[in-house]
């Protein structure tokens, strides 16, 4: 337990360093596929940025279920260690949320 606790801020430094160069949370976009459910309730990254026609896999890194709901689809529950991928057809801004944490975690997938 001390490990992972001690092992995660570094690995968030790791990524901001590596990344956007901005300070902590950021809303930049980040071309990638792939989105983590991480601990301490968000999802990483935040905003992502996709062609249309991929799809998006997210994964629950934490020890708690957490669901991926898009703006207007169905819910997603994901429990730890799962993940749940979802195709995006149509360009555009799509808001998503975990339904049951919906005042902390939410996301948005920007389609080009
Ligand atoms: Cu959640």
Redesign the pocket.
């Known amino acids: 337990m001390t490990r992972s606790r001690f092992l995660l801020p570094l690995a968030a430094l790791a990524l901001v360093a590596a990344g956007c160069g901005g300070a902590g949370e950021s809303d930049e976009p980040v071309a990638t596929t792939e989105v983590t459910?991480a601990k301490s309730?968000r999802f990483d990254p935040h905003t992502i940025e996709i062609e249309a026609g991929q799809s998006v896999t997210w994964t629950n890194d934490?020890n708690?279920?957490?669901?991926v709901q898009v703006d207007g689809q169905e819910d997603h529950e994901v429990e730890p260690g799962e993940s749940v991928s979802i195709e995006f057809d149509d360009p555009g801004a799509y808001r998503y949320v975990?339904?049951?944490?919906r005042q902390?975690?939410d996301g948005e997938v920007i389609v080009r």
């Open positions: 459910m309730y934490d708690f279920t957490h669901t975990c339904r049951l944490h902390d975690m």
